[in-house]
């Protein structure tokens, strides 16, 4: 595929030189090398798709690294990666060793800040801002944030601060799906594009100025001021933003370029927080797309042509849904909970089925933890569905509001573990370490989908405050014996053993087939009763792996438990190690760790 313009663009800077039809060319370049690279590596399209024009006006307007631009989630960052000098390596996105699929300081001068949560752009763009002003540096600074985004707390933390201060601040609401404000009407329209003319606002500012001087003038401008006001609250009814202190402008079609950028360099001129209100459509130019976005959210290769991936297989989040489908059909206090994660955790189903009982609280953990804990006070066994590296944000709510009184919340730990080309904001790996640390909690790591329906069936109808946690993607069961209670021995009457859990138990089955030991499998990881301690003390080798981070990890904690029984045999640990696990395919990282099979087997026939 030929990219003439594309090809061309090294810097921001060569954006801001191109003639209309040029930049036309270039949105159609951009979107066509997006569909061709997401569809053979997977990752985020529709999102991309929608903030195409967004992008190129916010470049054309704004000079990065001088102005820093922060896309919220930073998923939708692709076309800023092929404005920013990234265009030569796109190809390797979200693959071992290539570029990040969000954005990422140590990529380019151009990424200002580390992202892949949500919610947080605001804060940080204002932190960066006010940074910029203490050291007298020039520049200013952009939140780019779409409507899910702003369901989150923070964001709203974050506006409230912003709107205190006096400044060229500029928050981008990126709106591809609800309508903000209640801009209704003829007139409003009429007043919204005679706002959103530059010559309107120079008007405003020259007439400004000429009246600030003197005591008859500010009398006349703050009745001027008031009028306007007046007028605005009658025709834009009560504007959320303005209340907090922002200076509104828009809406705008977020796939006008010219449009946009008029509305941007009036934000820049303003001595107070601007909010640019965006009107964009999810997977603007690729049909599939557009028409079905939620499905083209995260993808997955798929088939340019067709929009099939090889996507169909049944995953530990549709067991998940099947199994809470089939409860709620006769438990009418089974709840599903999920923050804006529906399909994702695999609840669509009992979404339409039990309208009543499911709650998508938007993006919004903490709510989401302490709002499932009032259920449970309430009498209702609510378990909330929620991706492990999310959860983070919810930990002071799991023990503030749910361990100390001990509510029976269940925690479904969706994408525990290695989650692969995501890379280092959406690895799984610290659950184990944070939820083993709280009073109270009870932790589950099946390894089949059999043994994951059981344990949220055997969870439903105990009191206990739990977490049961799941890897990305299918079960690959290799094993028929059968498995209960806390843990489970596979002994081949060997003298030395694997201790693992979760998927990797598959991995030990593997390993075991090919060199002598038994293996251990813990069922429930936390607490480790005593029992398991005695078993373990009868070996004179233990070799321990876990896809988890070191500190805090349950191998950790069983050494120590270890070595307070003097225990004097041989204790080998194999984790995560302390440190970020980057973007590649969650095989490769597994290999990185020694948490394969192949390895196992090595390290095994080693000693």
Do not use: W
């Not at 699929?101 to 001068?109: I, N, Y």
């Not at 409507?147 to 506006?159: K, S, V």
């Amino acid at each position: 595929m030929e990219y003439s313009i594309l090809n061309k663009i090294n810097s921001p800077d060569d954006v801001k030189s191109l003639s209309d039809i040029e930049i036309k060319n270039l949105c159609a370049e951009i979107r066509n090398c997006i569909i061709d690279t997401v569809s053979k590596n997977g990752g985020h399209l529709a999102s991309n798709l929608g903030c195409v024009e967004l992008t190129v006006a916010l470049h054309r307007t704004f000079s990065t690294p001088k102005d820093a631009i922060i896309f919220d989630v930073g998923h939708q960052s692709y076309t800023h990666k092929l404005l920013t000098g990234r265009f030569n390596r796109f190809s390797t996105i979200r693959t071992e060793g290539g570029l990040s699929g969000f954005m990422r300081p140590d990529e380019s001068e151009h990424d200002c800040f580390v992202t892949g949560h949500s919610s947080n752009s605001i804060s940080a763009a204002y932190g960066i801002y006010r940074a910029k002003k203490l050291s007298g540096e020039d520049g200013t600074a952009v939140a780019v944030i779409g409507d899910g985004a702003m369901t989150g707390g923070m964001a709203y933390e974050a506006l409230n601060n912003v709107g205190n201060g006096r400044s060229n601040f500029i928050v981008v609401l990126n709106d591809n799906k609800m309508s903000i404000s209640r801009n209704v009407g003829a007139i409003a329209r009429g007043f919204t594009k005679l706002r959103n003319q530059p010559k309107y606002h120079d008007f405003k500012f020259k007439l400004s100025k000429i009246l600030s001087h003197g005591v008859f003038g500010k009398f006349i401008f703050n009745i001027l001021d008031s009028v306007k006001n007046f007028v605005k609250s009658l025709v834009y009814r009560n504007n959320f933003f303005v209340s907090l202190g922002f200076n509104y402008l828009g809406p705008v079609n977020g796939h006008d370029i010219k449009a946009m950028e008029a509305l941007f360099r009036v934000a820049k001129l303003h001595n107070r927080p601007s909010l640019v209100h965006v009107i964009t459509t999810k997977g603007k130019g690729y049909p599939y797309a557009e028409n079905s976005p939620k499905n083209y959210h995260g993808v997955s290769s798929f088939d340019v042509e067709t929009g099939e991936s090889g996507k169909g297989k049944i995953s530990f989040s549709d067991i998940v849904g099947e199994t809470l489908c089939e409860l709620a059909e006769t438990d009418n206090k089974i709840c599903a909970i999920t923050a804006a994660m529906t399909e994702g955790t695999g609840l669509s189903k009992f979404a339409s089925n039990f309208k009543e009982r499911f709650f998508d609280v938007g993006i919004a953990e903490q709510h989401a933890v302490t709002f499932s804990a009032g259920l449970a006070k309430g009498g209702m066994t609510p378990f909330f569905a929620v991706y492990s590296s999310f959860l983070q944000r919810g930990f002071d709510q799991v023990v503030h509001d749910a361990a100390i009184a001990n509510l029976p919340l269940k925690l479904l730990v969706d994408r525990a573990g290695i989650v692969g080309e995501d890379g280092e904001s959406h690895q799984g790996v610290f659950d184990v370490a944070f939820l083993s640390s709280i009073p109270n909690m009870n932790i589950y790591a099946p390894a089949s989908y059999d043994e994951l329906k059981d344990c949220i069936k055997n969870t439903s109808k105990n009191s206990e405050l739990c977490a049961i946690r799941y890897p990305r993607g299918c079960e690959n069961k290799n094993y028929s014996c059968e498995i209960s209670g806390d843990y489970t021995v596979i002994s081949n009457n060997s003298k030395r053993a694997i201790v693992t859990y979760g998927r990797l138990f598959s991995n030990a089955v593997e390993a075991q087939a090919k060199s002598d030991c038994d293996i251990v499998k813990l069922n429930r990881i936390y607490p480790l009763s005593n029992e398991l301690l005695e078993t373990l003390l009868s070996y004179k080798e233990l070799y321990f792996f876990e896809e988890a981070v070191s500190r805090g990890s349950i191998s950790e904690l069983l050494g120590s438990m270890l070595a307070k029984k003097s225990y004097n045999g041989k204790y080998s640990t194999y984790t995560v190690k302390d440190e970020f696990v980057v973007h590649s395919s969650v095989s490769s990282a597994l290999r990185k760790y020694k948490l394969d099979a192949e390895s196992m087997i090595e390290i095994l026939n080693k000693h």
